[in-house]
Structure formats: C-alpha cells, structure tokens
C-alpha cells in the first residue's frame, strides 16, 4: 500500500445546595428539575452594544441578522476571521430545537493541530465566549459512539479549556467563556486538535467589559467560567443581554431548587451599589432577587461537583457572593462564609438594600471539594441569604505572545506572498509546540515576549518583489528567501541586526544597496546573491561561494613567488598519498544510478558531498552503519550527511526504506531529510544538522550542565508528537521501531526530533501487526514483540516509555547497580522501598513540580507495561503529557464548570441546561 502522510491533526460541574438546621438529622429532598428547552428571554432596556462581536461559525450568507431569541445583538457569518476549516449545517432533526440561530451552522477544523480566529479588539478587558452544538453534523454519531470526543481551547497563546463532548445527546450545546486581558488591537481563540475528535466551533462572541470590573484579571491571570448563578425566582433559566449589558449568562437557580425549605424573595425597590463600585456590575434586576431558607434550617452549601475530567487536586477557583438583605422587615440576619472548611469572612451580615460583592482580593482557593457553605452565626434570628454568585478557575498566562511588531510583519510577509501554510495560525512563536514552520524564535529572556531570530522560506514558490518588513524586524539575524522567484531589486532600507541574508537563486536584478554593501564589506552581513541576475553585471563574493580574498595586491604578490614549490609539493604528496586515487571523482562518477527514486528531494552526486562536507573532513558521529560528517550547503544551511560504509552498501537494507519514509513525512518533530546520494560505492543521507546534538549527549552531559525539568518535558512531548504522527497521520502507520536517546535530535532551541527510520516499516491499518525478525537497541526491545515479532504502534511505546524513564532518571536502560539491573525494574524497586524522589535525577538538584513528576513516572511505568494492550497510545501520552507544561497549564484538563444547553431527556432536568462533564447532579440535603 503506498505511503501517505498529512498534516498532524490534532464543563464541568453540576451544582448541589444543601441545607440543614442541624447535623443530627436530615432528609433528601428529590430534585424538582424540568430538562425542556426553552427559548432564553429577557427582560430590561436595551444597553449599547457597541464592541460587541457574534460570529455565528459556519454561516455562508454573509448578510449580518438579529436573532429573534436575542433583542439587539446583530450576528454575523465567521468568514474573514479564520483561515481554513468546511461549513455545515446540524441534522435536520435538530434543527427546530437549537436554542440560537448561531447553533444550526458550524466550522469544523479536519486538518491542522491549531487553528486559529482572530477578533478585533481594543486593548483591555474582555469577556469572550464560544459555542459548540454538534448537532450530528458529519453524520457519525460521533458523540455516542463511546469513543473519547475531546479537543482543546487557547485563549491566544496559552491553554484556556477543553472541550469534552463524550458520551453527550448531539442536540446539546456546550458554551465556554473566558475573561482576559485583550493584549491590543485583537484577540486569538484557537482550537486544538488532540487527536480524539474533529475540534469545531458553532458560535465565537466578543464582548467588552470595563477595566475597572475583575481587577484580578491581568495580564498575566485569566479566568474561565465555573458558574454564574442567579437566585431567587427568574422566568428564564439564562439570563443575559439587555437585562445585563455586558451580555453575561446568569443561571436561574430557581428551575433547580423552587421547592420547600427553600423561600425567595424580592423587591421593587432600588438596590443600590457604593458610589465608584464599579467591580462587578451585577445588574440590579438580579440583585432585587434572593433565596433563603424557612427559618428553622441553619446553613447553606453550594456544592460545585467536580466532574471525572478535572484534576481536583490542583483546582484552583476563585469564588465571588454577591448579597443584598431585601427583607422589608429588619431581623438580624448573620452568617459565616466558608471554602470548604476555610472560613473566608465571619460573622457577615448582608446591607440593606445594596450589594455587598464578598471576596478574597482575587485570591484563588485550593479546594478540591469544590463546596462553598454559608453557616448562620448564633446570634442572628434569619437563615442565610444569597443573591447572586459567580465561580471562576484560574488560567494562567504564563505564555507571552511573540513580539507584536514582529507579529505584524510577519501576517505582511504573508498576505504579500499569499503564503497558505496549514500551521501558520495564531500566534508565530507561542507556545512553543505550535510555533510556525520555517521560523526560528529567541525564548531566552523569560520575562520579556518571544522574538523571531530567524526565517527559512528557501524553496516556498515566493514570488514578486522582496518585502521591505523583514528589514523592519530589529531581532531578524538570519533570513533565507534562496530558491525561490523573486524579481526586482532588493529595498534600500537600513538594515537591523541581520547577520545573514541568503538571496541566492532568484531572479534579482538591479543595484544593491550601498547600506547592504557597507554591511557586508565590513563583514557585519553574510550577503548571498549567486543564481541572480544581478551576478552578470557584479562580480564579488556574494556571488559565488567562495570566501573573499584578504587583499589583491598582496596575493598578486606571493602567488608568484609560491606558486611553482605549491605545486611541486603537491606532485609529490599526490603521488604519495593518492596513488592510483586520481580519478577517484571520475570513478565514483561512474557510479551513479542512472535510475533516480521517485521522490521529490534533491538528488547529490558524490562530488558535491564532497563539496558540502569540505573533502569529509569534520565527523560528527559514527555507528554500525558508517559516518555522519558535518557540511554546508551551497546556501549556508549546516546539514548533516550520513554515509554508509563501503563494504555495508551491498548488504544494505536501511538505505531505500529510510529515504522512502523520510520522503514522505513532514512534522517539526521529526528529522528533516534535505537530499541522498544513490552511488553504487556510496550511499548518504542528507538531514538538517541539530547543533545540539542527541539526547542521550544531554543526559550524559556531566555535572556542569543539565536539562532542567521543564526541558526534560518539552523534549519528551516533542518525541511523543514526532511518534503520534507516525502513528496517527500516515497511512499505512508507520512504526519506528527503534525509538532511543541517540534518535532524539535536538536543535539549537532544544526542540526534540526523531531521526534515523532504517529500521521503520509501514502496515496497514487493518493488519494489527507484521511478523519480521527482531529490530530495535537492548534495553528499548518490546518484551512481547521480542517474544512473538509481532510489530505493532504499541512497539514504540515501550521504547518511548524507557526513553521517558532515563529522561526522569537520567540513567541507562541497562546498566549496573551492582548487578545488571533493567531501568523500569529499578524505578519500580526504588519506589517500593523508598519514595519517588529516589528515581529523580540527582542534577535536577530538587528543582522539580512533584505532581509532574508523579505523572511522568506513572505515564513511564504504563508505557512499559508487558502487555502492549495495557500500553496507552502515544496520542495519549502526547495529551497526558500536555498537562504538566506550563505552555499548555497546568489545568490542562479543564478546570471551569460550562453548563451545558440541551433539549433531551436526561438524568435530571433543568430547563435543558446541564454542566459539560457529564457530573450533572443536583441534591438537597436539609433537616431539622
């Protein structure tokens, strides 16, 4: 089966109130809870909604509308905000009961692992949520087929939520929101591929907030919905714009709870905030409502169940109560206010008639119980009350996006050359797994925004002038535009900080700028101009590829005086040492196939190996196969050129499946393969060359140096996606085969690539396996494929498991301690005797997240196991992974609770609203 690879695809609680009069006796009320849908009306005069965006995702009329369920917000069709992605419509049986029209249309994004929206925006505050209807679009009932249903949001260029529509009734609608901090003049939601579900969008909304509201949200700290929850009694179960005019959804807590011992209350009067209180806005006409209880029961819990996706360790939420005593008597009425068993604020006693918005400075709690109590104190004659509550959890911010300058010029760069590169979406450089092909970024000031160093658009059918906003990016040190068709002359424009710039083979003419030649005349810029026009009219060293002369006059000089003993030493050292050797180019001319592969990478002759490498001279490695030598293309690009020895070309099996593999794959975590030499006396590879070496070299680098946990994690997900897409995106599959440190390749930034494929092989996916002879490193070998030679995806498993293990140990697979001891068999024995901490390595020096490490070590241990059907896939080792790295947060499995919109039976009902987590639940618990 021919080979094929494309590019690599990649809610939240339920709420229980509880109340009691005492904890010697309670009974269960059962859930009076209705799941119709219903059309959401409100009520209040209409505000501006100047700022406002709603983007109904998929639409193709691109005529604006007003939806007749949402007085005064206009919506309008997505296009021109994305890039990419198919329209659909949801199945026509679904269609009468989606909630908005915005919900009956939607974008689906097949291909990609990022792709982005871009909003326009004002610098500031901004509350920005989106929609997700499946509606059985694609007609695969893909969300109850029981299969994982998952992708991921970001809110620009760090993680915000993800979306989990397992196992969810496909009318239902999930919405996510998130409050951020617009950096300037737009804002980035991107969808992320994990490779457990098509990500798709129904509906994107913008809106506006003050900046004075949510003083907690920064620059750097962002919230994502939990609950907002209105109480006493609402005709609407969501309650949003005009009666809010910042177009929050308030849930209406009365469809859950409107039965005895719970009371309401309400009043026409005004309900007044202090003068300058600007920092909520909870609209009055929620604020005139309230729930309390019969005055025998004493306390109130607000549970926030934590649903099955959630790490309930590291939930961290920020809760907000909003009270107003709208009793029209004037009893006392005091409570205290707990997160879980931490008492916030005591003895609290509700103002009348204006709101009291309690909370801790934007203090985020760690309460893995998710349950929020308000106690009634001794002393006060009423139960607690409550008007109004909202929960946040926290997103961290912790990615900065890439300079916004250089961001500019490059979406110019781009729009000027009509570049439709699949992966540049979003942010360039943020974060780091998604930085865009072709561009080099400098992270390494950590408190200051990315810069782009470096881009390589060499071979990418540029055509048309030379854009002057390269010249404009102050960090740019290397820009390579060699092999393309450009045309015209190159701008005069004073030149940055640019140390190389790589023209070569276009079709340039005209001057050259006198800023340029300064530059490069004074040896501050690498000026490459050979294959342009322009060559025919000057003549100098950036028009050919060889290095200047130190001075005319003095070579015109010597060359005289030296010439004839030059060559009469070379006569004699020729005959000396290459006897018999003089026609060897000639010779090895005679060698090359006359038949080339058919695969489209450039084809080297052995004489211009001989050339790039400078006559092999610099070896850069060695192994059973032959030598990896050091070498420069004509173009200035370092590669690495492995050359097989003489005597193993005959027998040489590794050669045509490794240029055949390598042909077809493109990922950034695997090995780019330039070229190959077919010579029937030398067969070579041509890779990009990775300036820092393997990782085996890194973990063995010596006290003086070592990887520091965060680097360990972001080379082990590089490997991960690098084995994912061999697994996942090619067809037929490919497994490696022989995963280890010294295949793990590193670049200058420490970006991880998988390299050598001689031992790959590809089998289709309706075969489970391939019976071949053994392959692989000692150590790495799959204990069952060893046994049985049954090659299976879940063989590189276990390899990338031990690779992961010496990554957390910086240990060997095999080594001794005293005896021979295999490196999974002594981490299990170090933990059983001791702690985890025992399997660390010692250079780490204690700098580690301990809950990462638990993880890592857990994921290690379950790749390793014997049975490759206990062995997770690598997409999930990539997802598991992802949790623990900062540029995808540490609340990478979502940490808000999204209630979720639906008009199908349920286990519970609640006017067609449920939590996205599949923890839907709703208990009261009271008693006398």
Not at 44 to 51: A, K, V, W
Not at 146 to 160: K, M, V
Not at 245 to 250: C, G, L, Q, T
Request: charge should be neutral.
């Amino acid at each position: 089966m021919p080979l094929a690879c494309k590019a690599l695809q990649k809610p939240k609680a339920a709420m229980a109130i509880i109340n009691s009069a005492s904890t010697k006796l309670r009974w269960i009320l059962a859930p009076l809870l209705v799941l119709a849908m219903t059309t959401t009306r409100v009520h209040g005069q209409p505000s501006s909604t100047s700022g406002f965006i709603s983007l109904d995702c998929g639409k193709r009329n691109n005529t604006p509308y007003t939806d007749s369920s949402i007085r005064g917000i206009q919506h309008q069709s997505d296009a021109g905000f994305v890039e990419g992605g198919l329209t659909h419509q949801i199945a026509a049986v679904y269609m009468a009961g989606a909630p908005y029209e915005s919900q009956k249309t939607l974008r689906s994004f097949p291909n990609g692992s990022r792709n982005c929206y871009t909003l326009p925006s004002t610098p500031g505050k901004k509350l920005v949520r989106a929609l997700f209807t499946y509606g059985d679009y694609d007609g695969l009932n893909r969300t109850m087929d029981g299969s994982p249903f998952l992708f991921g949001l970001h809110i620009g260029a760090n993680f915000w939520e993800a979306v989990n529509l397992t196992n969810w009734d496909p009318s239902s609608t999930i919405w996510k929101e998130v409050l951020t901090v617009a950096p300037g003049d737009s804002v980035s939601v991107c969808l992320i591929n994990f490779g457990t579900g098509t990500p798709f969008v129904s509906a994107l909304e913008l809106r506006p907030l003050q900046d004075s509201m949510y003083p907690f949200v920064n620059s750097s700290v962002s919230i994502s919905y939990f609950r907002r929850i209105r109480f006493g009694q609402a005709t609407d179960f969501i309650t949003r714009y005009p009666l809010d005019p910042y177009d929050r959804f308030w849930e209406g807590w009365s469809f859950s709870y409107n039965t005895y011992p719970w009371m309401t209350l309400n009043t026409s009067s005004p309900v007044r905030r202090l003068p300058g209180d600007n920092t909520f806005q909870v609209p009055e006409g929620i604020l005139q409502q309230a729930s309390t209880l019969d005055t025998n029961f004493s306390f109130l819990e607000i549970n926030v169940t934590v649903g099955p996706n959630l790490d309930a360790k590291n939930l961290e939420l920020l809760p907000i109560f909003h009270f107003a005593e709208i009793n029209s008597s004037n009893p006392s009425r005091r409570f205290d206010i707990y997160s879980d068993n931490e008492l916030l604020f005591p003895d609290f006693s509700p103002s009348r008639f204006q709101v009291d918005s309690m909370h801790q400075n934007g203090r985020f709690l760690h309460n893995p119980a998710a349950i929020f109590r308000l106690n009634r104190t001794r002393r006060s004659r009423l139960p607690p009350l409550i008007n109004a509550f909202e929960v946040y959890s926290l997103v961290r911010m912790d990615n900065l996006t890439t300079d916004s300058n250089d961001v500019n010029y490059m979406k110019e760069v781009k729009k000027h050359y009509n570049l439709a590169r699949i992966n540049w979406n979003g942010d360039p450089c943020s974060p780091r797994e998604y930085s865009w092909e072709g561009l080099t970024c400098d992270y390494s000031k950590s408190n200051q925004n990315p810069r782009i160093v470096a881009v390589n658009l060499s071979t990418s059918g540029l055509k048309g002038g030379l854009v002057i906003s390269f010249m404009n990016m102050v960090s740019l040190e290397n820009l390579d535009l060699s092999h393309n068709n450009l045309t015209g002359a190159i701008p005069d424009y004073q030149i940055k900080s640019l140390k190389v710039l790589d023209l070569s083979y276009n079709q340039l003419d005209g001057p050259i700028p006198d800023s340029i030649l300064q530059r490069s005349h004074a040896g501050l810029l690498d000026l490459r101009l050979e294959g342009n026009p322009i060559c025919s009219k000057v003549k100098d060293t950036y028009c050919s590829n060889k290095k200047k002369k130190t001075s005319t006059v003095l070579i015109a000089v010597i060359v005289p005086v030296v010439l004839v003993s030059l060559l009469v030493v070379m006569g004699i050292l020729w005959k000396l040492y290459w006897k018999g050797k003089s026609g060897d180019d000639e010779d090895y001319a005679m060698y090359e196939e006359e038949t080339p592969l058919h695969i489209d990478i450039r084809r080297f002759t052995y004489a211009e190996l001989k050339l790039i490498t400078n006559n092999f001279q610099s070896i850069i490695g060695k192994g059973g196969f032959g030598i990896v030598y050091h070498g420069t293309l004509e173009n200035g690009d370092e590669v690495a050129v492995k050359v097989l020895m003489e005597t193993s070309i005959a027998e040489s099996t590794d050669f045509l499946p490794e240029v055949q593999t390598l042909s077809k794959v493109h990922h950034k975590n695997l090995v780019t393969l330039q070229g190959y030499c077919q010579n029937k006396k030398c067969l070579a590879l041509v890779y990009d060359f990775m300036p820092r070496g393997n990782l085996q070299q890194l973990l063995k680098g010596g006290d003086d140096y070592s990887l520091t946990w965060e680097q360990r994690l972001y080379i082990a997900l590089d490997a991960a996606q690098g084995l994912e897409y061999l697994h996942e995106s090619c067809t037929p599959s490919i497994v490696h085969r022989d995963v280890k440190t010294p295949n793990i390749l590193l670049d200058k930034n420490l970006v991880g690539v998988i390299s050598d494929f001689g031992l790959s092989r590809a089998f289709n996916d309706a075969h489970t396996h391939i019976s071949t002879v053994a392959a692989g490193t000692l150590g790495y070998l799959d204990p069952e494929y060893h046994a049985t030679f049954q090659l299976t995806v879940k063989t590189d498993v276990y390899s990338f498991g031990i690779v992961l293990l010496e990554i957390i140990t910086g240990q060997s697979p095999v080594f001794m301690d005293p005896q021979t001891v295999h490196l999974p068999n002594w981490v299990r024995q170090k933990i059983a005797k001791g702690s985890i901490h025992d399997v660390v390595d010692r250079r780490l020096l204690d700098q580690y997240d301990v809950s990462s490490l638990q993880g890592a070590v857990d994921l290690a241990l379950n790749c390793v196991e014997n049975a490759a059907i206990d062995r997770p896939t690598m997409t999930e080792v990539v997802s598991r992974l992802k949790t623990w790295l900062p540029a995808v947060s540490t609340d990478k499995q979502s940490t808000s609770g999204t209630p979720r919109l639906s008009n199908a039976e349920s286990s519970f009902q609640s006017s067609g609203y449920t939590d996205g987590n599949g923890m839907s639940q709703a208990t009261i618990f009271s008693g006398r």
